[in-house]
């Protein structure tokens, strides 16, 4: 880099480095700083009529020049810090605020909207399908052997907003606190043929589909299980099928599962349509791992609830 065009007037005012130490040691220090030439021409031929002592000859204005060339170039430095790390006070809220996820997001930080699971990192975007309500952000973790756990997804839990305000003619009287120790209005939400959808965001590296379906097959296997008495291994199978071995997983990918309208429950593996089937108990027993009694992540299902009692109300 160089700097050009630095002619100030110093009207006669050089100072001789061998007098003026400081000034050395000044300029000792500048030349660290920008080891760089302040003339935009080459060096000059040496000049066999000057003197050594002329040659040593140092005027203020090229300090000058340095002090402010440094000056500006950390004004600068600092500038693009502050405004490429600048984050909205929404960022930092825990995820047990009272607000809901969609509530408290920036609409500058990015293009679009989106609310980050803080352990891995994950972003969602905090409408899904144009009008689906991101509630809360969780993650899926899978202890190996009682030994160490991996965490293999992050998850984001969305409700049709229009939806859910349809519970407002039977829970619309009651209060917000009424409302979040009321288990019935979680169980209709679980119960009740409400769109929704859960995307799953894969965060571990070496994840096969073979090992999701095997999941699946244990985690919705037991709901099936918990809620209709039997092993409907038949309605397992087509669900598990959806995930097929030639189907790849690498971190990023996402999986939707969503309840759609008459009870279907549509898969979609990174945009792509997978299959549906109808279903109550199976969209249920799926739902149920991620806003049912025993969730896979508790503290996402608390939010996931605030969210609920928020969409209800506003």
């Not at 984001?156 to 229009?162: F, I, P, Q, T």
């Amino acid at each position: 880099m160089v700097l050009r065009a630095f002619s100030l007037k110093t009207r006669g005012l050089n100072f001789d480095l061998e007098r003026k130490p400081k000034f050395r040691s000044f300029l000792a220090m500048v030349s660290l700083r920008f080891p760089f030439s302040f003339s935009g021409s080459p060096n000059p031929l040496p000049n066999p009529n000057r003197s050594p002592r002329s040659s040593r000859r140092f005027s203020p204005a090229i300090a000058f020049a340095a002090a402010a060339a440094f000056g500006v170039g950390m004004s600068f430095a600092v500038g693009r810090k502050l405004s490429t790390n600048q984050t909205d006070g929404s960022a930092e809220k825990p995820w047990g605020s009272e607000a809901p996820v969609w509530a408290s997001l920036s609409l500058t930080a990015a293009p679009a909207e989106t609310a980050v699971e803080s352990r891995t990192g994950v972003s969602f975007p905090a409408v899904l399908d144009g009008s689906r309500r991101l509630l809360g952000v969780g993650l899926r973790r899978k202890n190996i052997l009682g030994l160490k756990n991996i965490d293999v997804y992050a998850f984001g839990v969305y409700a049709e907003e229009s939806d859910v305000k349809k519970l407002c003619e039977k829970y619309g009287s009651l209060s917000a606190s009424e409302l979040k120790e009321n288990q019935d209005f979680f169980a209709d939400v679980l119960d009740q043929d409400l769109r929704m959808t859960v995307r799953l965001q894969i965060v571990y590296g070496r994840l096969s589909i073979r090992s999701v379906r095997s999941a699946f097959e244990e985690s919705v296997g037991s709901r099936l299980q918990k809620f209709s008495g039997s092993k409907n291994e038949e309605l397992l199978k087509r669900f598990t099928s959806l995930f097929k071995d030639e189907q790849k997983l690498p971190p990023g990918s996402t999986i939707d599962l969503s309840r759609e309208e008459g009870y279907i429950l549509r898969t979609k593996i990174d945009g792509k349509e997978m299959g549906s089937i109808q279903s109550k108990l199976l969209c249920r027993s799926v739902l149920d791992l991620y806003i049912g009694n025993d969730p896979f992540d508790k503290l996402a299902k608390e939010n996931v609830d605030r969210g609920l009692v928020s969409l209800l109300q506003n």
